[in-house]
């Protein structure tokens, strides 16, 4: 079993553990699919990566309702909660983007993504339930959070998309050679939506700090980071709307804007003194 049991004696403890597992094992033959599709080209193992990876969102978004229940605030404050809000992200705006753009390939990094992060999660971090530290017990922690995870989970598609425009031609498989303008125009479409939740993030999250520490913005290590992550990706709209850029240029700015979500997230935490370090 992957995950804790969520504090023994808890109403949906074992309920909640059994679900995680569902959404795990779901990514997990959505990667199986995946996989086998860049080696025998047939729609219907794209279908079948489509529907498991739709199959583990669903478990998950039921996980953290129940979640929510359980523990009577928002299921965002330790580094295993924002994990599995990270991998349901990605999930999910795949799921919204496969309807307008078929795209066979992003299926299968999306896969190695969700059970990469859901994998961590359970085998790195405790799943237990426990009190908010005094700094989070705000309203704001729900609106703040989801709008950052929304936006990293578009910059994560953007990431994907980019990979295949820049190394899909290497790989030398048909699955990896998708147009050129539809990988550019995806790139664009989901750096625009990672862009608005970020920004959405960024304003939340100054006025909690506000509210929490007397402070719109106090040059944090997470918040100068958030702040370079959205440099960067100001910059890449900039260059792609403003000026004209196309290309491989502009797919790499995709990739070191997600380095420095990536970095952003996991770095700071780890590596440097935060106000915003809970994990």
């Not at 580094?79 to 078929?102: G, H």
């Not at 969700?114 to 700094?135: D, G, K, Q």
């Not at 539809?182 to 939740?197: D, H, M, N, Q, Y």
Request: hydrophobic fraction near 55%; aromatic fraction near 18%.
């Amino acid at each position: 079993m992957l995950a804790d049991p969520c504090c023994e004696g808890n109403t949906f403890g074992g309920i909640m553990g059994a679900i995680y597992n569902i959404a795990f094992a779901a990514y997990l033959l959505a990667l199986l699919a995946g996989i086998m599709s860049l080696f025998w080209k047939r729609w219907r193992l794209g279908l079948v990566n489509i529907v498991f990876i739709g199959a583990g969102a669903a478990a998950q978004t039921v996980y953290m309702g129940l979640r929510w229940v359980e523990a009577g605030r928002a299921p965002f404050s330790n580094m295993f909660e924002s994990l599995v809000l990270f991998s349901w992200s990605v999930a999910v705006i795949f799921l919204f983007l496969q309807k307008r753009t078929k795209l066979a390939a992003l299926g299968t990094f999306t896969a190695i993504m969700t059970v990469a992060v859901t994998a961590c999660a359970s085998a790195f971090f405790s799943s237990n339930i426990e009190p908010l530290v005094p700094a989070l017990r705000s309203n704001w922690l729900a609106f703040h959070v989801f709008s950052c995870f929304l936006g990293y989970g578009g910059f994560a598609l953007s990431a994907f998309a980019a990979s295949i425009y820049l190394f899909g031609g290497r790989a030398g498989n048909e699955v990896y050679l998708e147009s050129q303008e539809t990988l550019e125009r995806l790139v664009a479409k989901t750096i625009s939506f990672g862009f608005l939740f970020l920004t959405l993030g960024i304003i939340t999250g100054a006025v909690w700090a506000n509210s929490a520490w007397g402070t719109y913005w106090s040059w944090d290590p997470k918040e100068t980071w958030s702040l370079i992550t959205w440099l960067i990706y100001a910059g890449y709209l900039h260059c792609r709307y403003m000026r004209g850029w196309r290309g491989g240029v502009t797919a790499w700015i995709s990739l070191l804007g997600f380095v420095s979500v990536l970095f952003t997230y996991f770095g700071v935490n780890y590596l440097l003194k935060s106000l915003h370090s809970y994990a």
